[in-house]
């Protein structure tokens, strides 16, 4: 047995099918561009969820509801700092959409909620010189950006829940992004910080040859309908 899997099985262990943030990572650099990541070896042990576990980062630290902060910020009249209980108490939007990794695995169906990414913009007040949206990830590495007509859609959300509970540690909790209509990649995990700026610049996996526009529907003709 490979030592990530017995690391893996420690951590299954110790906290179910939560990644302990005190295991040690077998990947500690990112040394393989073009390949998604999955240091935690925990992908081939949760049986059945259909999900590939990524993290570009060997390791990330863990926010619980207590220490969980969201920065909105730049080009917008009202700057917040948000935390995971004012999230809650916004208007809170289900859908249920699949997941389509561009790797090739899907997972059909998943019940997602949260809020609205076009309603926290509202909350800011986003200026017209507004053109684009950077997001960034509190596991210091992954980032991710959508126009202001993407991340303007009604089916892109600020994800509280995903699978019928909180987002869990591995999916990228307490809150990640959902961008329904485009590839994987672009839904951010461990969501830390929202930044509007007048454009957009290419993300993680988008500096390694990802496409910046990562719409789905334009290669199966059915992923990209708004609910
Ligand atoms: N912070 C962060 N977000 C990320 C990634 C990542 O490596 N780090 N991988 C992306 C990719 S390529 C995919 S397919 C999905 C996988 O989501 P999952 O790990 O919940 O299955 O997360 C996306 N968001
Ligand atoms: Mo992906």
Request: net charge negative; glycine share 8%.
């Amino acid at each position: 047995m490979g030592r990530r899997v017995v690391l893996g099985l420690i951590a299954l262990g110790a906290a179910g099918v939560a990644v302990g943030a005190e295991v040690e990572r077998a990947v500690d650099t990112v040394t393989a561009p073009l390949r998604e990541r999955d240091p935690t070896g925990l992908t081939e042990l949760i049986p059945g969820s259909g999900f590939e576990i990524y993290s570009v980062a060997s390791s990330v630290p863990r926010r619980t509801a207590a220490d969980y902060q969201l920065k909105v910020h730049g080009l917008v009249n009202r700057p917040v700092t948000l935390t995971l209980a004012e999230l809650e108490a916004m208007p809170q939007t289900a859908m249920t959409r699949d997941f389509q990794c561009v790797t090739g695995w899907r997972v059909d169906d998943v019940h997602w909620s949260g809020v609205r990414l076009t309603d926290l913009l509202d909350r800011v007040q986003t200026r017209s010189t507004a053109k684009a949206v950077i997001f960034r990830s509190f596991d210091g590495l992954y980032d991710e950006s959508l126009t202001i007509e993407q991340a303007r859609r009604s089916d892109v959300l600020v994800a509280l829940r995903m699978l019928d509970a909180p987002v869990s540690y591995n999916h990228g909790g307490p809150v990640r992004l959902y961008v329904a209509p485009m590839y994987g990649y672009k839904s951010i995990k461990w969501l830390g910080e929202i930044e509007l700026v007048n454009e957009v610049a290419p993300g993680w996996w988008e500096r390694r040859g990802y496409d910046v526009d990562a719409w789905i529907g334009k290669s199966n003709g059915r992923d990209d309908e708004p609910v």
